[in-house]
């Protein structure tokens, strides 16, 4: 089982870009879908955006497409998420997560999760 630690996140202005970044221990990586989550103040944690192990393919929540890329570094272990054009509605907890398999939208599929990094967008 792999674990995980985030890192990147900070205070930034709208409009500014931040690039998360989830490091991975184990050997193992390159078997884990891995996903990014975030969760605000008193709201739900939501998916952000998911990649496949391989990293072929990648899924967004609707309303961040376009804003955000998620990929990933086998040979690192690593996954990245990049923000761009940051709104204060972004501000949130940033959890990395992963699952064995291919990734799911549903947060109760992943079992291994990281600390969490705070972002934090301010208008």
């Known amino acids: 089982q792999v674990q995980l630690v985030e890192s990147g996140g900070g205070l930034v202005q709208a409009g500014d870009s931040l690039r998360l970044s989830c490091a991975a221990s184990g050997r193992t990586f390159s078997s884990y879908a891995m996903a990014w989550f975030r969760q605000a103040p008193g709201k739900e944690r939501e998916i952000v955006a998911a990649?496949?192990?391989?990293?072929?393919?990648?899924y967004y929540a609707g309303s961040l497409q376009g804003r955000f890329t998620i990929s990933r570094d086998n040979a690192k272990n690593t996954v990245y998420l990049q923000m761009n054009s940051l709104k204060p509605e972004d501000t949130a907890n940033y959890y990395c997560?992963?699952?064995?398999?291919?990734?799911?939208?549903?947060?109760?599929?992943?079992?291994?999760w990281g600390q969490g990094t705070q972002v934090s967008v301010s208008s």
């Open positions: 990649i496949s192990p391989s990293g072929g393919r990648t």
């Open positions: 997560a992963a699952r064995i398999g291919d990734y799911d939208v549903w947060r109760y599929e992943y079992k291994t």
